[in-house]
Nanobody, 126 residues
Framework: QVQLVESGGGLVQAGDSLRLSCAAS????????MGWFRQAPGKEREFVAA????????YYADSVKGRFTISRDNAKNTMYLQMNSLKPEDTADYYC???????????????????WGKGTLVTVSS
């Protein structure tokens, strides 16, 4: 069992930056590929970014490529999402996810996710 807790969300203005964190419980964090998803009001949950168990391989949605950076610190059981140049369309609940498959599979389907966090809200005003 893995428990995931997101933090770092808030209200910012367009162009600002935020860093989200995802703290994981348990001793097996390093064996999970991890990802971030987001869900805006009235929309489906969508993929944002994924990272391999070692942190070497990453994947990004086209909408955030070049602005967001995913990273992880296995010694701290924590994953991060650095979000720069935020836009109003980035407003959403952001969810941390863990998968026993791979970062590539996370980028393709939500069905690969074994554990979800409860989310943290990011609001970007124009």
């Amino acid at each position: 069992q893995v428990q995931l807790v997101e933090s770092g969300g808030g209200l910012v203005q367009a162009g600002d930056s935020l860093r989200l964190s995802c703290a994981a419980s348990g001793r097996t964090f390093s064996s999970y590929a991890m990802g971030w998803f987001r869900q805006a009001p009235g929309k489906e949950r969508e993929f944002v970014a994924a990272i391999s168990t070692t942190g070497i391989t990453t994947y990004y949605a086209d909408s955030v490529k070049g602005r967001f950076t995913i990273s992880r610190d296995n010694a701290k059981n924590t994953m991060y999402l650095q979000m720069n140049s935020l836009k109003p369309e980035d407003t959403a609940d952001y969810y941390c996810a863990a998968s026993r498959t791979s970062a590539q599979v996370i980028s393709i389907t939500r069905d690969s996710i074994n554990y979800w966090g409860k989310g943290t809200l990011v609001t970007v005003s124009s």
